[in-house]
């Protein structure tokens, strides 16, 4: 496995710009990054990362052509983003011939089951709890010919964790549901693995491998804060999935930075 020498990076936020400054690390040549605003390309162009301010879906094709001529293109945007679908396929048309497209889903394009699902589990149009992600990942499948899709768990990680969307809360429900959490380090070693690797099609599940309760995790980072969590009420349990990384831990071998949600590290507020 080598890493590509190119690789351009469509919305260089919160996990874009770290994969970008991993890439630079590792080696690779040139790596360019997208943003809709100037003032978030200058922080993004004094790590190193060659930046162009875009604003997707792009109203001058020939800019978008020149930013994704590279070997290998990640379209990290986000489904909430204006005009997402045409962004994206604007992206698609105008891919340089070879390059391969890394499409950032999310695991909640698996319905909730109450049960395990993997890459293998059946998903349509009728059954997805993401429909906007699921349009997303069948367009690539049409249009590109190599193209990963790489479904996220909930990025946690430095200022990022679960306890911080609780603490103005009066209480906790769903406290016995399981998560489906990443690591962004995981995030970003998965995903550059990805780059260098020979494989040129897939979809690949993204998320730790141990699932945890939520009030587990929440507990375990209490603690660590030294806070008294707010009560947890009905329903303690809601509809849940647990998504298994099965394709990643075949095809890659991958072993995890952190397996266990619980032990996450995060920076203290």
């Known amino acids: 496995m080598s890493p590509p020498k190119s690789v351009a990076i469509v919305g260089c936020g919160w996990l874009g710009e770290a994969l970008a400054v991993h890439c630079l690390k590792q080696g690779v040549e040139q790596v360019k990054g997208s943003s809709r605003h100037s003032e978030r390309a200058s922080q993004l162009q004094q790590q190193g990362i060659d930046t162009q301010v875009i604003d997707l879906p792009a109203s001058r094709s020939h800019d978008l052509q020149q ?20 962004a994206l396929t604007q992206t698609c048309m105008h891919l340089p011939t070879g390059a391969r497209l890394i499409l950032l889903s999310a695991t909640s394009v698996y319905p909730d089951c109450n049960n395990e699902v993997d890459e293998d589990t059946f998903i349509d149009a009728h059954n997805t709890n993401n429909p906007t992600q699921w349009q997303a990942e069948r367009l690539v499948q049409r249009l590109v010919s190599s193209a990963l899709i790489v479904r996220l768990g909930g990025l946690m990680g430095y200022n990022r964790f679960l306890l911080k969307y609780f603490l103005n809360k009066e209480s906790i429900t769903g406290a016995d549901t399981p998560v489906n959490h990443i690591h962004r380090d995981d995030a970003v070693h998965i995903l550059f693995r990805l780059m260098a690797s020979d494989v040129e099609k897939g979809t690949f599940n993204a998320v730790a491998p141990m699932h945890p309760l939520k009030k587990e995790v929440l507990e375990a980072q209490a ?6 969590l707010p009560p947890q009420v009905a329903p303690y349990k809601q509809a ?16 995890f930075i952190y397996p266990n949600p619980t032990d996450f590290p995060f920076d203290l507020p």
């Open 67 to 86: 930013f994704l001529a590279a070997d290998v293109c990640v379209f990290s945007l986000s489904p909430s983003t204006p005009g997402y679908i045409e």
């Open 223 to 228: 603690r660590r804060l030294g806070i008294t």
């Open 240 to 255: 849940f999935k647990k998504v298994i990384p099965k394709r990643l831990l075949q095809t890659l071998d991958y072993q």
